[in-house]
């Protein structure tokens, strides 16, 4: 039976790095993954160029049961530590907006240089192998693989979330977390496209390819991103976003012009150019095709200084305050996180190992910490890994 220091099952983000640290102290370490690829979630993600951190890292841009589990993971391993690793490798990159980081190339030159880092701390690597069955005897963990059986001091669940399941998204880091007695908080789709009613999604398909700068608003909490209509429904950063905060029969308030005071703009247009049709009075606050809709929805038209003060305000009520009920989201399939998993009130938050069993550690998604979009949720990623990877 082959002798590990440390076993890491899945070669995502976290843990591709918790190899790495781990391999630099000397560990035997073996970094295990059922798919045919390694990091394939890195590979697609940002449009194949991978937002790989956020310049605005912090923790009050994740959602946990335990909010405060991150603060530990997110300042010993800092979004800039990981910049100087990029930049070390001599990758170039941009900031498209909103402090997200991107390959001006390709993700790919994240992978090889995460792979490149396991090759020098001498980490061996093996895909395509499933993990049968895992036992613990008096001091060390027993792993039953598709490449036999080993033995392992330490092990470390990196097998991320329910996201994107044709990449091989299992829940398989959960079953192993119940099976050594952790609890789980409940899953559910997180930065993903919510779905709507027939008489909104048939006002969305008339303005598919539409996109406006808006303030999406659930609860609390609001987004101010981009916000694109298609076919689907209602997309866009500000909606993905906004989606790991909603929940099923809540309302989610729309500002499709957060700028501008569309009832006072109106107000000041019937005097300031009365002769001037409503929908491109409106058209001057929101693109042209939402303009026409939003008065031909509410049955206005006509010249501005026709139009009623009541239905002045029902047209800004439509821009600046449109209540929306999603029906549900698009679920797993398009979801670009998974919200929940690991109960995180389990975990060391200078670790990462099970406060539950010794040796035992969770790291990135499989925990529940989940990040904002755009980058959050690979330094979320990187963090944990490397966290872990210094006590493994």
Known sequence: MKQYDVVIVGAGAAGLMCAIEAGKRGRKVWLID????IGEKIRISGGGRCNFTNIHAAPNAYLSQNPHLCKSALSQYTQQDF???????RIKYHEKKLGQLFCDVTAQDIIDMLLKEC????????????VEDITKDSEKYVLTTTQGMVKAESLVIATGGLSIPKIGATKWGYTIAKQFGHDLVETRAGLVPLTFTDEILGFCKALTGVSVDAVVTCGKTSFAEGMLFTHRGIS????????????EGDSITINLAPHCDAKAYLTDKQKSQPKQEIHNSVAEIVPARLAELICEQHNVKGRIAEISRKN??????A???????????????????TLGGVNTND????TMESKLQENLFFIGEVADVTGHLGGYNFQWAWSSGYVAGQYV
Do not use: C, F
């Open 34 to 37: 059922h798919s045919k690829k």
């Open 312 to 317: 002045i305000e029902k047209l800004a009520t």
């Open 119 to 130: 090759e020098e701390a001498r980490v061996h690597i093996s895909k395509d192998t499933a």
């Open 236 to 247: 866009g950063p500000s909606i993905l976003q906004i989606s790991s905060y909603w929940k």
């Open 83 to 89: 910049i100087e690793m990029v930049e070390k490798h």
């Open 347 to 350: 975990i060391s938050s200078k």
């Open 319 to 337: 821009i600046n305050n449109w209540q929306v009920k999603p029906n549900g989201s698009e679920g797993y399939r398009t979801a670009e996180v």
